[in-house]
């Protein structure tokens, strides 16, 4: 069984500045994945970083990083420079190797503010 | 090709109707998927199609009926639903790592919007 828990329901940011989304996990697999995905208001879900369990060197995608903590079972996500086009839904999730369940959080609304 | 497609992106039905949700996509991908969004909820899996067969049915209700006609398509049949299934239906494609130590890494539609009147 999977959980993930997201504790920040809206949040929002001044245009340029860093925010940092939280999230916790739990999982019974030894080998997983974890993901950020975004879905803005025209409702695609986007993949905006993964990471793999094993690895612990933290993933990071141009202004977005991640802060992996596998003892704490944390996987937040750091945006740097907000911009406008950031303003979106975004979902915590995790997966376990090779399966195809997907466990999303309940999401974080961020709203970034000019 | 690194897309989802989706159509129809709206769809209003009545209860007796019966309606297809049309998927596709040409990334090479075997694994593909059905899900259910309710505002303001995360995705809820329904389906999930390995090679071309269903691998997975979330118990959904029959009403729901999926297809893989081919590796780059995926239908969802609908047929005398329920207003409480109005939502937004996403499709997504991954690789299928399934039984491997890889992530099944899920590229998602834009979705299409179902009211059900």
């Known amino acids: 069984a999977q959980t993930v828990t997201q504790s920040q329901p809206e949040m929002s940011v001044q245009e340029a500045e860093t925010v940092t989304l939280s999230c916790t996990y739990d999982?019974?697999?030894?080998?997983?994945?974890l993901f950020w995905y975004k879905q803005p208001p025209s409702r695609q879900m986007i993949l905006v970083i993964r990471?793999?369990?094993?690895?612990?060197q933290n993933a990071t995608e141009n202004r977005f990083s991640v802060n992996f903590q596998k003892a704490a079972k944390s996987f937040s996500l750091k945006i740097s420079d907000s911009q406008l086009g950031d303003t979106a839904m975004y979902f915590c999730?995790?997966?376990?190797?090779?399966?195809?369940?997907?466990?999303f959080g309940k999401g974080t609304k961020l709203s970034v503010i000019p | 090709d690194t897309e989802v497609t989706q159509t129809p992106k709206h769809l209003v039905m009545g209860m007796t109707n019966k309606k297809s949700l049309k998927c596709e996509q040409h990334m090479g991908h075997r694994a593909m998927y059905w899900y259910k969004q309710k505002a303001k909820k995360p995705p809820e899996l329904m389906f999930v199609?390995?090679?071309?067969?269903?691998?997975i049915n979330e118990s959904v209700p029959s009403r729901f009926s999926p297809e893989c006609p081919n590796s780059s398509l995926l239908n969802l049949h609908l047929h005398a639903l329920q207003p409480e299934d109005s939502a937004l239906y996403l499709c997504a494609s991954s690789q299928d790592h399934s039984g491997s130590s890889g992530a099944n890494v899920l590229t998602f539609g834009a979705g299409s919007r179902l009211t059900v009147l």
């Open positions: 199609y390995s090679y071309e067969k269903l691998s």
């Open positions: 990471q793999e369990a094993y690895k612990q």
């Open positions: 999730a995790v997966s376990g190797a090779g399966s195809y369940q997907l466990t």
């Open positions: 999982t019974s697999e030894n080998n997983y994945y």
